[in-house]
Structure formats: structure tokens, C-alpha cells
């Protein structure tokens, strides 16, 4: 029988188990069926969670064909480990057992899963046969050694400008936010990259799936996925150097005009995307990637009329210093003349690389009017939160359009105001005075029945 000793033995070197099975035969075999059962398991530094490869090889070194034989794995202390039984095949326990003759040897795959951690998992594997005349060599005990403790994960985000893919002199970027997100920490963790573009995060709970992500890199770089970390307690992760690149916008400019600026439904509109190429290298693999907003009052461009340039194809070239006039032309939905205003928003893309350059345009789709009613607040306790006493009565509000003022309202005791009778469109709300919108707040969009006019909006405003 393999001892405790053998057992932590294996879970350093499985090789060792072969050792165990052949160091517990016995020295002079009886006549019979003998299984002999030695096991490699798959090395590694486990996390709860992590499915773990473990070869079971059954040989039958007696003298006769051992029947009925069938095997299981499990684990009998420590985290849990869960195997398929179905995975022995004929030898599996749900069944009437295997047959296997002597000098047959057979190499069965399993595969486990490793549960929540309760320290280093201790698999007991046994392959049963009746009459096997030395049973000591038919159970193994392996260990799967568990990851403990926590990890560093540090770094250099550096702006490639020499594009030898390394850190060079001068290529620190200062500044920027690195962000850490894993299995155990709920919000994620953010570093500041310093002077020499150096971010750290220390004492990092162990993770199967952990990523680092930058935001406010400075100087328009982009960064480069760095992939997913696996923080097994190896520390492979405390000097990652993050390579970030010149964005797409740098050489590739796109701009996009209509040939009108009011439709009504159902016209035909002419769209003109301009690329250009400011560049020393010619582009390959552009499209032009339009998005429908979701809205549904944009304009339907079919993906052929952009030829080389489709989302699909993404065949587009242009030379360094070349300009390129694309035209197509699209209907304007009938939607939006609920919403008053059709349009366009398309990046240029080349399918790798970041900072891409995009474009938008809007055109009106007047005729319909509605009312809008809704609610402008004052967070006057600053929690964040619209709250009972909040709105700002009896204030005088406007609707600008292109800075001009198109529509007045009064609000109520309670801060409520109705627009009446307004052309559906998009429009900035102000309350007179010393106020200005929150820096979140958008436009507001006055549509007309069905889409528009359901229910109040609220407009928060602060000190201006
Ligand atoms: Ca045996
Ligand atoms: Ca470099
Ligand atoms: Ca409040």
C-alpha cells in the first residue's frame, strides 16, 4: 500500500508513483489474475475550480484474465475532486466490469474537477477484479497539490514609438490607470502607472481568471490586451511589460456628410464618407462599420454598397497620402419621424488595431410635435440621489437648439414642467439661472406617441 509518504511524493513528481505500485508488488506472485494499477497525474499549482487530467493505467501482470474488473476515483480527504464514472468506459462501477487478460494493459483518460479549497486534494484510485491475488497493488492514493497564499502582479506600460515590441528609453507612459479585476476582489483595483510607467497590485488573492486593463492612457496610445492571468501563487505575473501603439486615428481620418439636412420618412438620403490615409504605409483590410443605434430612425445602409470597404469583406486599401470618396445612400425609416432626426455613425476600422477613427452625422426629420413633460432636481443632500424635496420649483426652463431657444416652460412646486407642442427632435434643456446640467446629462429628446411621451424625465442641474 502506498503511504502518506509516497502519496506527497507523487503529487511532487507523479513519476514517482510508478515507483509506489512497483516498490509495494509482492516479491513471488500466487497463480491467478492480477491487476496492477499505477496513475499519472497532470502537474500543476490547482485553484478551485481547475479540471485536472489523471492517466489510469491497469496491467494485468498475472497468469489468468482478471473478470468483472472495475475502477473509481475520488477524493478522500482534502478538496473534493469529481470525476465522470462513465469516463472508464467498460470498467466503470455503473456497469458489469471488464474483462482483461493477462499481460493486457489498458490506459484509461479521466478527467476531474477540483471543488472549493480545503487544502491539498488526496484521490484515492482503485481497480477491482475478482480473485486478484495481491490487492496491494490495486489502490493508489495521489495528492493534487493546491495553490495557497497570494500574488504580485506588476508591470511597464510603455508606448512602442521605435516598434521594437520592447520597453526603450524615453517610451514610459506616466499617468495611466491600471486596473485589476479577479475571482475575490469585488471592485476592481486600480494603480497608477508612475514616472518610469511602473504599476503594481500586491497580495492579490488567488485567481483562475484574472485581467489587468488600462484606462487614461496618456497621449492617445493603446494598450494591448494583456490576456487572462492565472494567479496560482508561481508569481509569473510581477514584470509584465504592457506594450501600447499609435492609434489607428493618427493616419486613418474619416469624415461623413448627407447631401441634405432635413428628410422626411421614406426619402432616399446620398451618404459621403471620406477616408484618408496621412500615413508613410499604405492600409489594408478596411471596412466601414455603421451602427444602427438601436433606435431604429438611422439610416439602413446595405453592406455592399461599400464594396472593398464592407463590414463584411474588409478588403479596403489606401495608399500612404491617399483620399478616398465613398458614396451610398440609404432609406430614412419611418421611425424617424417619431424621433425627428435620422443619421449615421460609422467607425473606419482595419480589424486589429485600436483607437480607430469614427465619425457622425444627424439630419432632421421634422413635422410631428409632442408634448414632454419631466422633472429638473438639485441634489441638495449630495447623495447622489433624486430625493422627495429635490426638485427645483417655480424655475423658468428652456429647450436650445444650436444654442437658439425654441421652447419655454415653468416648473411647479415640485419641479415639474411640460414642453408643449414641440417639434420632435433633439434639444438642450437649461434651467435659467445660476445652474448647469449634471456633467452626465444628454440631450433631451422629445419624440412623438408611441415612442415618445410614456413617462416624465429627470434632469439633474448643479451650480453653474
Ligand atoms: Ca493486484
Ligand atoms: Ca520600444
Ligand atoms: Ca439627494
Redesign the pocket.
Known amino acids: 500500500m502506498p503511504t502518506g509518504r509516497f502519496a506527497r511524493a507523487a503529487g511532487v513528481l507523479a513519476a514517482a508513483l510508478v515507483m509506489a505500485g512497483l516498490a509495494a508488488a509482492p516479491a513471488s506472485a500466487a497463480s491467478g489474475p492480477n491487476l496492477k494499477v499505477t496513475a499519472v497525474a497532470q502537474q500543476g499549482n490547482w485553484l478551485s475550480g481547475d479540471t485536472v487530467a489523471l492517466d489510469v493505467t491497469v496491467a494485468n501482470i498475472g497468469d489468468a484474465v482478471a473478470f468483472g474488473a472495475f475502477g473509481t476515483a475520488y477524493s478522500e480527504s482534502g478538496t473534493d475532486f469529481w470525476t465522470d464514472r462513465n469516463q472508464w468506459g467498460d470498467l466503470s462501477d455503473g456497469g458489469s466490469g471488464a474483462n482483461i487478460a493477462q499481460g493486457e494493459t489498458r490506459t484509461v483518460h479521466l478527467t476531474g474537477q477540483l471543488g472549493t479549497f480545503n487544502g491539498d486534494s488526496i484521490v484515492h484510485i482503485e481497480v477491482y477484479a475478482g480473485n486478484d491475488v495481491d490487492y496491494s497493488d490495486n489502490v493508489l492514493r495521489i495528492t493534487l497539490p493546491m495553490a495557497r497564499g497570494t500574488e504580485r502582479v506588476a508591470g511597464v506600460l510603455y508606448g512602442d514609438a521605435n516598434g521594437d515590441g520592447k520597453p526603450s528609453p524615453g517610451e514610459a507612459l506616466a499617468g495611466a490607470e491600471a486596473h485589476f479585476i479577479g475571482v475575490g476582489t469585488t471592485n476592481d483595483l486600480v494603480s497608477v502607472t508612475d514616472a518610469t510607467g511602473h504599476f503594481h497590485f500586491d497580495n492579490l488573492p488567488l485567481s483562475r481568471n484574472a485581467y489587468v486593463s488600462f484606462q487614461k492612457v496618456p497621449g492617445g496610445w493603446v494598450d494591448q490586451p494583456v490576456g487572462t492571468l492565472r494567479l496560482d501563487g508561481r508569481g509569473a505575473y510581477t514584470a509584465l511589460e504592457v506594450r501600447a501603439v499609435r492609434p489607428l486615428s493618427d493616419v486613418l481620418h474619416e469624415t461623413i456628410a448627407l447631401d441634405r439636412t432635413s428628410y422626411a420618412a421614406g426619402d432616399t438620403a446620398k451618404v459621403t464618407v471620406t477616408l484618408s490615409n496621412s500615413g508613410t504605409k499604405a492600409l489594408t483590410g478596411l471596412y466601414v462599420g455603421c451602427d444602427a443605434g438601436g433606435f431604429g430612425s438611422e439610416l439602413v445602409i446595405a453592406d455592399d454598397q461599400w464594396g472593398a470597404f464592407g463590414y463584411q469583406r474588409r478588403e479596403g486599401t489606401l495608399a500612404a497620402g491617399q483620399r478616398l470618396v465613398l458614396t451610398v445612400s440609404g432609406k430614412v425609416p419611418d421611425k424617424s419621424a417619431y424621433t425627428g432626426s435620422t443619421g449615421l455613425d460609422c467607425v473606419a476600422g482595419d480589424g486589429h488595431s485600436g483607437g480607430a477613427p469614427y465619425a457622425a452625422v444627424n439630419a432632421k426629420v421634422p413635422g410631428l410635435r409632442a408634448d414632454s413633460r419631466g422633472q429638473v432636481w438639485f441634489?441638495?443632500?449630495?447623495?447622489?440621489?433624486?430625493?422627495a424635496d429635490?426638485g427645483m420649483a417655480n424655475r423658468n426652463l428652456v429647450l436650445l437648439e444650436n444654442g437658439a431657444i425654441r421652447a419655454y416652460a415653468r416648473t411647479d412646486a415640485n419641479g415639474y414642467a411640460t414642453f408643449k407642442d414641440i417639434p420632435v427632435g433633439n434639444y438642450q434643456l437649461r434651467v435659467l439661472g445660476p445652474w448647469k446640467p449634471a456633467p452626465f446629462e444628454g440631450d433631451l429628446a422629445i419624440w412623438a406617441p408611441p415612442y415618445g411621451g410614456a413617462g416624465d424625465w429627470h434632469q439633474q442641474f448643479v451650480a453653474g
Not at 441634489?379 to 430625493?387: I, M, S, V, Y
Request: proline letters at 0%; aromatic letters at 0%.
Open positions: 441634489d441638495k443632500n449630495g447623495n447622489g440621489l433624486l430625493d429635490e
